[in-house]
């Protein structure tokens, strides 16, 4: 069943690789139109009647949408063109492009901006607002954007953001909150990076991180309009900029991709869900709600036989103590989907497995992308007497799931749609 888990958990995460998702949304015509879908973009985008293309952005997966750009120009079109640029992403995440700097800015593991964001920001604000009538940015903007472009407001050091921030986050703050602190605190958050192109057109490529895909959310919005618009993201900046935004994938992308998976594998889809409504509950809660499915689970599978899958998306957060251990959002679901699990006094089904994945393969500031929970795990924590509530309560998942077999491990993925949570059931 890991093995089962681990195939679903692996799809999902191919399913929303930059590169791949760039492709089958944008072409060009043979006229030089840019196509989405294989439909002009509104309004339609003409590379014949641009000079100069820019690439700027930032995010765990924007090395790979570059990557993409470069491919769908080709070498003819972006000699054409003249084309630079530069993105900012995180240790583990950079590679080597034509035309393109791909820049490490910060840490992995660390998803706090750096003195290396801040300056590679500032090289973008200043690229973009040196452009004319005639040229085109292409904005990439994925999932980890917030803490990757950073321009902190005359008066705020990058100090004091990251203490607000961080105080917000460790208190339990949802996505959004968290990105209306940050456009206040930044010149390029909210609309700050569309203010400062100069350049004819802005198109602005999304692969969102965010529940619901809103665009002010995502990355803080560096390219949306300060009053909703019609499409979402379609303006004109007080510059001349016409910008436009388009969503490359998002959670049910992966979700989709997880679903086809586990029906490769056998299972019976009972429910799958991108967000499930529980991206802004807790951990513990989320946690407590897949141990209660699981249950609901097994019980049908041992019916009639056939085993059963249920993939929902999400994001949970995290309030952390003032004395905390190491963790993360994942880590903390599938350790509460134990503890409910154990204040039943039911004993884990051998046929039950639940699992929490981050997509980007960065679970809190630790070297897992989540955990799992089945009867190896449970049996491992109570051989060694091993005690899930301090765990839980104290923040500290990492060091037990690490004991117990439980954590997962992708390594850095180059993408970021939020999470995937498994359960599976085998009669």
């Not at 989405?36 to 100069?52: A, G, S």
């Not at 953001?161 to 339990?172: D, N, Y």
């Not at 209306?180 to 700050?192: C, D, I, N, Q, W």
């Not at 009867?375 to 799931?401: G, K, S, T």
């Amino acid at each position: 069943m890991r093995d089962d888990a681990e195939a679903i958990w692996t799809a999902a995460i191919q399913a929303v690789q930059p590169e791949r998702l760039a492709a089958q949304r944008l072409s060009l015509a043979g006229d030089g139109q840019l196509l989405q879908d294989r439909q002009p973009l509104v309004p339609p985008l003409q590379l014949d009647e641009v000079d100069r293309i820019v690439v700027v952005g930032a995010g765990k997966a924007a090395a790979g949408m570059a990557a993409a750009m470069e491919r769908l120009l080709g070498p003819e079109g972006m000699a054409r063109h003249r084309v630079t640029g530069l993105v900012s992403v995180p240790a583990g995440c950079g590679r080597r492009l034509a035309a393109i700097e791909v820049r490490e800015t910060r840490p992995a593991s660390a998803n706090l901006p750096t003195p290396a964001v801040v300056q590679a920001t500032r090289e973008i604000m200043t690229t973009v607002s040196q452009l004319g009538p005639h040229d085109l940015v292409i904005a990439l903007i994925t999932g980890g954007g917030s803490a990757l472009l950073a321009a902190p407001r005359e008066g705020i050091s990058l100090d004091e953001k990251i203490a607000i921030t961080r105080r917000l986050s460790e208190s339990g703050a949802d996505i959004a909150t968290l990105n209306a602190t940050r456009r206040g605190l930044s010149l390029v958050k909210g609309g700050g990076l569309a203010k400062a192109c100069t350049a004819g057109n802005l198109l602005v490529l999304v692969l969102s991180d965010v529940i619901g895909d809103d665009l002010d959310v995502i990355a803080s919005g560096p390219c949306m309009p300060p009053e909703p618009s019609t499409p979402p993201g379609t303006w004109t900046t007080p510059g001349g900029c016409h910008v436009r935004h388009v969503i490359v994938g998002d959670n049910g992308t992966a979700v989709a991709a997880a679903v086809t998976a586990a029906r490769q594998a056998g299972y019976t889809i009972v429910q799958s869900v991108a967000g499930g409504g529980q991206q802004e509950a807790s951990a513990e809660a989320v946690g407590a709600r897949l141990a209660t499915d699981a249950v609901e689970l097994m019980a049908s599978a041992r019916r009639d036989g056939r085993p059963r899958a249920l993939i929902v998306g999400g994001e949970a957060t995290v309030t952390v103590p003032a004395e905390h251990g190491l963790g993360g959002r994942n880590q903390q679901t599938a350790l509460a989907s134990i503890d409910a699990m154990q204040q039943t006094g039911a004993a884990w089904p051998a046929g039950l497995l639940i699992a929490s994945v981050g997509t980007d393969g960065e679970d809190g500031p630790t070297d897992a992308a989540g955990g799992c929970a089945d009867a190896a795990v449970v049996a491992e924590i109570a051989r060694r007497d091993l005690d899930v509530q301090r765990a839980i309560a104290r923040c500290d998942a990492y060091p037990l799931l690490a004991a117990a077999g439980g954590l997962i491990r992708t390594g850095p993925t180059g993408t970021n749609v939020a999470d995937i949570r498994i359960v599976l059931a085998r009669p």
